[in-house]
T-cell receptor
Framework: SQQGEEDPQALSIQEGENATMNCSYK?????LQWYRQNSGRGLVHLILIRSNEREKHSGRLRVTLDTSKKSSSLLITASRAADTASYFC??????????????FGKGTKLSVIP | NAGVTQTPKFQVLKTGQSMTLQCAQD?????MSWYRQDPGMGLRLIHY???????DQGEVPNGYNVSRSTTEDFPLRLLSAAPSQTSVYFC????????????????FGPGTRLLVL
């Protein structure tokens, strides 16, 4: 079953507004990662947040992690048309004996209207 | 640095044909991974490698083989292509300070679009 699930599936906002996307997961994680994918392109890493961290920032991006609720959120402030893309979360969990598992969610499609 | 490169960009195969998708990175990263992306499914991990000579299976390994003879290259082989393998394939690499894959930034290649008829 999917470990990370993004919500909403699609989001449409006006330029200048903030965009918030959420990712929920089922089991304890080692870290959680957010990626952006522009149409037809490869993924670009945005932020990695570890299980012992609660918040990280990068420019206009803010990621929070609530391990008690097993959820993370990605906030994009003052959105621009260039932020139009799909956003994915990926969860990494430690499965024991030096092994890790990585699972991507299905993504949130963000449209920023100029 | 070229980063992560993938060839070819696009390929059409007939059912039963074999081919190798190439992936190379010039960042001296230990960890490399192959993913497939299908519409509405997100990315799924096929195989990954934690260093030269060491590979392991991901979520959807059936129908694919990998090997890692050098740090730089991580080819993905389809031995007998099936229509279900029609997808976009991405290769990624990363380093790790703390040990273990996917502990730091992953760098993705541009992808290979594969169509199996």
């Amino acid at each position: 079953s999917q470990q990370g699930e993004e919500d909403p599936q699609a989001l449409s906002i006006q330029e200048g507004e903030n965009a918030t996307m959420n990712c929920s997961y089922k089991t304890s994680i080692n870290n959680l990662q957010w990626y952006r994918q522009n149409s037809g392109r490869g993924l670009v890493h945005l932020i990695l947040i570890r299980s012992n961290e609660r918040e990280k920032h990068s420019g206009r991006l803010r990621v929070t992690l609530d391990t008690s609720k097993k959820s993370s959120s990605l906030l994009i402030t003052a959105s621009r048309a260039a932020d139009t893309a799909s956003y994915f979360c990926a969860t990494v969990l430690y499965s024991g004996a030096g092994s890790y598992q990585l699972t991507f969610g299905k993504g949130t499609k963000l449209s920023v209207i100029p | 640095n070229a980063g992560v490169t993938q060839t070819p960009k696009f390929q059409v195969l007939k059912t039963g044909q074999s081919m190798t998708l190439q992936c190379a990175q010039d960042m001296n990263h230990e960890y490399m991974s192959w993913y497939r992306q299908d519409p509405g499914m997100g990315l799924r991990l096929i195989h990954y490698s934690v260093g030269a000579g060491i590979t392991d299976q991901g979520e959807v390994p059936n129908g694919y083989n990998v090997s890692r003879s050098t740090t730089e290259d991580f080819p993905l082989r389809l031995l007998s292509a099936a229509p279900s393998q029609t997808s976009v394939y991405f290769c990624a690499s990363s380093y790790s300070l703390a040990g273990g894959p996917w502990q730091e930034t992953q760098y993705f290649g541009p992808g290979t679009r594969l169509l199996v008829l």
